[in-house]
């Protein structure tokens, strides 16, 4: 069980990383990921985007603490990153971004395949308790 909370104790701090960079960081974070600047009107999206990273991110902490009570975030989080990296990789696709940050979505493409791992393996735990 102390895999599985460690998992979810890096995703969330993972999330909240990512988060920081795009608040406090976003010069930095555009230089290292060969991104356009943003537009000073446009930064208010990026903002929100990672006040959403954040909230993934709590809900990650609270599955580390409590995974029966709170799987539920690890399945929208699983749903989420792949989504997340369907968008980077469209956008790598039409030469809209280059390598970097497709490479970072490469983390919330594992931690996806591993949430959904966990998710399939607490079914069938759950299945199993059920019967006996």
Same mark, same amino acid.
């Given at each position: 069980?102390?895999?599985?909370?460690?998992?979810?104790?890096?995703? +969330?701090?993972?999330?909240?990383?990512?988060?920081?960079?795009?608040?406090?960081?976003?010069?930095?974070?555009?230089?290292?990921? +060969?991104?356009?600047?943003? +537009?000073?009107?446009?930064?208010?999206?990026?903002?929100?985007?990672?006040?959403?990273?954040?909230?993934?991110?709590?809900?990650?902490?609270?599955?580390?603490?409590?995974?029966?009570?709170?799987?539920?975030?690890?399945?929208?989080?699983?749903?989420?990153?792949?989504?997340?990296?369907?968008?980077?990789?469209?956008?790598?696709?039409?030469?809209?971004?280059?390598?970097? !940050?497709?490479?970072?979505?490469?983390?919330?493409?594992?931690?996806?395949?591993?949430?959904? #791992?966990?998710?399939?393996? #607490?079914?069938?735990?759950?299945?199993?308790?059920? !019967?006996?």
């Amino acid at each position: 069980m102390s895999g599985q909370r460690g998992i979810f104790f890096s995703a +969330a701090l993972f999330n909240w990383g990512v988060a920081g960079g795009l608040i406090f960081a976003m010069p930095l974070v555009e230089r290292l990921l +060969a991104l356009e600047p943003v +537009a000073p009107g446009a930064k208010v999206f990026v903002d929100l985007f990672a006040v959403l990273v954040i909230a993934f991110g709590c809900g990650y902490w609270m599955a580390a603490l409590d995974f029966r009570r709170y799987r539920l975030f690890a399945s929208w989080g699983a749903w989420a990153k792949l989504a997340v990296v369907a968008v980077v990789f469209w956008h790598f696709i039409v030469g809209h971004i280059g390598w970097p !940050l497709l490479a970072l979505s490469a983390g919330d493409l594992i931690y996806a395949a591993v949430f959904l #791992a966990l998710l399939r393996n #607490a079914r069938r735990t759950g299945a199993q308790e059920v !019967l006996q």
